[in-house]
């Protein structure tokens, strides 16, 4: 049998193997739900004493999802839940709920990567002058710091106000490899970037390049193929696949999501924004109108920040590498520009603690004239809500940027379209991108702070899914992500609150009902 009938054969067997996990599951959840609901109708008319007993036990239940810690939306949920269908919200409490799921993903646990002690001197010393300088940005560099993330200085920053100059810069810089190349992504598409990038890495771990690479698997059931996957593994690349969907026919765990997107080369570059690898990013095919999206690539001692992120995002799953830790760290020093980097991550894993969502609230509370943010999706709790709306009513010039084409999310969209009243009325200006989808997540913050990666502004991004950013205090990118927001805002219509009142009924009411699951959207 030829090597190419194997291939397609394995092919086949992952997508049938996929299609058919993700049926036994549905199938499963659909056979345990109704199953409960009818035991549930069965046991109220034969005996009450028993649902009584049953009711009593949801009740617990609800009680101890009150008592823990964590997001209160995703407690109230759970309760209405527990409360009104006892024996179904238990059964899919158990399924679903608590953060036993998260931490069973077959992650192995990982020390994080050892840092030098000349680092973490280092780190202090910025942290320091950060806090001369502005001191609330002290407090949020300080924060990070506690938790693991190193403040850097020697850092240059390029911004990318679109995906196609992007990839440009992304492939040219893969070509020039000669020591490692890292690439974790959400979406790794087949297509003609995805061509082009394939044919690099394979060329250069032809010329004795390291090359790992790692993707989310449900992200990519239709658009990564078995194929693809041994085209990679038989040139020489290491390849990890973030929780394949045929390991858990038994675990519902498709929630759990590796949403990052981080590529590393040879110490001294690392990318990181919201661009996945695939053509719509590079508007090579329209699938939404015009995708906006952003990145940006620094250069220098912060690439380290990214590097140790993979690293032990790669040894979680199982994943070794050829040499030891040190050996990846940057060959040479790089003379920066003035400010200060701090790559961060965030997972279910830190549950309840959520850096990314306390970091959005800080440069919220933080901001003194002025906060821009863009997100495709906006599900987020109440005391976000609220930071916002207390920005402005202090008088922040507060933004936020939202597509004005929804992709194939409805529900969500128009989940996010119930909490803009609210922001309307206290004087928040919401702008939609009309030339079409607007995925770019960033944050600005008086001209002096940006944040731009992987985030989201929604529940699964401060919930479930592994994501990753960086902080740019005081540098000139910041700068460039500013001319690129009034560049967005030019090109945007004003969202109103008439606008927002003009809705159908039938839309203001499902809106509402999906609401109640945002968390599960």
Known sequence: MSRKTIHVEEGTERRISAATSLSMCALTVLAQIAVTLLLTRFLKEISSLVYALLVLAGAIFAIRVYQRPGSPTYKLVWMCLLLALPVSGMILFCLWGGTHQAKQLSLRTTPPIPQRESQKMDSEISLARLKRQSPAWGRLAAYLQKRGFLLYRNTNARYFSEGADFFEDLIAHLQ???????????ILAEGRLWDRIFAVLKDRAAAGVEVHVTFDDFGNLTRFSGESLQALRDAGI??????????????????????RKIAVIDGQYAYTGGINIADEYANLIVRFGHWKDTAVRIQGDGVWGFATQFMQMWKMMGGTFLNEDDYYRPRHEEPGTAGYCQPFTDGP?????NPIEEIYLQLIASAQSMLYLTTPYYAVEE?????????ADAGVDVRLFIPGVPDHHKFTYMVAETYWGELLSH???????????????SVM???????????????????????????LYHMPVVEELLEDLDGIMTQSAPYTLEDWGRRSWFRKMCASVFRLGAIWL
């Open 176 to 186: 020039r490899a000669e020591i490692y190349i890292f690439l974790e992504y959400y």
């Open 383 to 391: 005391s976000m809500q609220r930071a916002l709306c207390i920005a």
């Open 238 to 259: 290491e390849v990890k696949v973030f929780n394949p969907v045929h390991r858990y026919v038994n675990r519902i765990y498709f929630n759990y999501r590796d949403h």
């Open 445 to 471: 913050v008086d001209r002096e702070v940006a944040l731009v990666g992987s985030t989201n502004m929604d529940y699964r991004t401060f919930q479930l899914h592994y994501e990753c950013g960086v902080l």
């Open 427 to 441: 004087g928040v200006k919401i702008y939609k991108y009309t030339p079409g989808f607007l995925h770019a997540k």
């Open 349 to 353: 894993l830190n549950n309840p603690d």
